[in-house]
């Protein structure tokens, strides 16, 4: 089986699509960007980003959106006249990397008294919530109380599976698992900083690992942040590269 971009989980609705590009847009979360951009299909021109540019600003304005957000296709670096212009309109500008890995190639991890790794349920979903919302407030209360609701939709969505973590009986960590035929996706993988480095993120890999052992796993790092050295540590194998850019318009 191929693994793309493709592949990976998008939380929103394609509202326009052409030749040139797909415009996702997710109303039930309106500043999540990771669910209200457009992703390209082949490279634009400058004039053709331009256009769309203007597109999906006049979009967003008209719901109160202060972002506009461009993914460019897997594999491909932006044109030189671009990034240019990217850079002189005060552009963020990253990129993604796709990894994968068979359960069986993950590292062995010894089991841990104190951490406990559980699957949410409604008998522990508030603890899962508020860990969550202690994580986005940082954001702002608008997104953590929209991504609290999303969680929620989550949670009663049968192809995702919620994870929690445990230290001495505290919540610690925690993760979403896209559950699809051939794939399980790691998604939202984060670990409370004040029970970092003891280990927890491996265990909640791991039992994602046991869990859907005859899956392909997969996750999306950061190409610019310390998680994805973590990853190759733990055998998981890169597979391609995705350049964005996003941008916040002042208020």
């Known amino acids: 089986m191929q693994v793309t971009f493709e592949s990976i989980f998008t939380h929103g609705h394609v509202v326009v699509e052409n030749n040139l590009y797909k415009h996702y847009h997710f109303p039930e979360m309106l500043s999540r960007y990771d669910s209200n951009f457009i992703e390209y ?59 994968t890995i068979q359960p069986d190639q993950f590292p062995a991890v010894k089991d841990h008294p104190d951490i406990e790794v559980q699957i949410v349920t409604q008998k522990n979903l508030m603890a899962f919530l508020n860990l969550q919302y202690q994580q986005d407030i940082v954001f702002g209360s608008n997104y953590a109380n929209q991504k609290a609701e999303l ?9 995702f599976m919620q994870l929690l973590a445990l230290y001495k009986g505290t919540p610690a960590g925690a993760v979403d698992v896209i559950i699809k035929k051939d794939t399980a996706e790691i998604d939202n993988l984060g670990v409370d900083e004040a029970f970092q480095k003891k280990g927890i993120g491996s265990r909640i890999q791991k039992f994602v690992m046991d869990t859907f052992h005859d899956k392909t796993i997969i996750l999306v790092a950061d190409g610019m942040d310390t998680p994805k050295e973590m990853y190759k540590k733990q055998n998981y194998q890169y597979l391609s590269y995705q350049y964005y850019c996003q941008k916040v318009e002042e208020r």
């Open 151 to 159: 969680n929620k939709k989550t949670f009663d969505n049968p192809n």
């Open 41 to 99: 299909k082949t490279l634009p021109s400058l004039d053709e980003f331009k256009e769309a540019e203007s597109y999906l600003r006049e979009y967003h304005l008209k719901n109160g959106q202060m972002h506009v957000k461009f993914k460019f296709p897997e594999n491909e670096k932006i044109p030189m006249d671009l990034v240019n212009y990217l850079n002189l309109a005060e552009y963020d500008i990253g990129f993604l990397e796709l990894y």
